[in-house]
């Protein structure tokens, strides 16, 4: 499995930014994406995910209202559009796949078993 991350950069407070997500090597029917971050000196935090097969999404409430999470099926990408980007939103995002997330895990980076690089979101005050 290899998922692909893409889009962090720098953006001044109240800008937006895209963040897109290439997965392939399997089949992800059934599988919940989720995007998480990490700023420095601090956990890796869930931002959002969603259901491979329903498109059920579920966000932080840091970024609700701010972030929408969507997937295309047919491309096997998953994509993190944000808006009213904030200087808190600093930090390294990654995409990752849990094949068998239940919704009381799903918000848990340790049952994501494959993960992307990281990307770099910056903003800017």
């Known amino acids: 499995v290899q998922l692909q991350a893409s889009g962090g950069g720098l953006v001044q407070s109240g800008g937006s930014l895209s963040l897109h997500c290439a997965a392939s090597?399997?089949?992800?029917?059934?599988?919940?994406m989720g995007w998480f971050r990490q700023a420095p000196g601090k956990e890796r935090e869930f931002v959002a995910a969603?259901?491979?097969?329903?498109?059920?999404?579920y966000y932080d409430d840091s970024v609700k209202g701010r972030f929408t999470i969507t997937r295309d099926k047919a491309k096997n990408t998953v994509d993190l559009q944000m808006n009213s980007l904030k200087p808190e939103d600093t930090a390294v995002y990654s995409c990752?796949?849990?094949?068998?997330?239940?919704?009381?895990?799903?918000?848990?980076?340790?049952?994501?078993?494959?993960w992307g690089q990281g990307t770099q979101v910056t903003v800017s005050s």
């Open positions: 990752a796949a849990c094949p068998t997330c239940i919704l009381s895990s799903l918000r848990d980076f340790r049952q994501y078993g494959y």
């Open positions: 969603i259901r491979w097969n329903g498109g059920h999404t």
């Open positions: 090597g399997r089949s992800f029917s059934g599988a919940t």
